[in-house]
């Protein structure tokens, strides 16, 4: 089966917002894997790193030691193999 330019679109956009940016990056890549990168690093800053910057800012006591996100991260890793 074989979708047209605005079938597929169509198709996208009724995905959950996290799974059409999945397919996004991943369509991105496949085209300009360093543009991808680029798009999606500078996404993440403006979007995700931003809202945290001004909820940390706004309050304070939400910060997390370094150590902990730290342990966090690396539980996750282990946890992957």
């Known amino acids: ?4 330019e ?3 679109y169509a198709a996208g956009m009724s995905l959950p917002p996290d799974v059409r940016r999945h397919v996004a990056l991943r369509l991105l890549e496949s085209v ?3 543009e991808a990168f680029d798009m999606a690093s500078q996404s993440w800053l ?3 790193a931003a809202s945290a910057y001004d909820a940390l ?3 304070p006591s939400r910060a997390v030691p370094a150590e902990d ?5 690396e539980g996750k890793w282990a946890a992957r193999s």
Request: aromatic share 10%.
């Open 6 to 8: 605005s079938e597929f």
């Open 57 to 59: 800012k706004a309050d």
């Open 69 to 73: 996100v730290r342990a966090r991260f």
């Open 32 to 34: 300009d894997p360093d």
């Open 1 to 4: 089966m074989s979708l047209s």
């Open 46 to 48: 403006r979007t995700e």
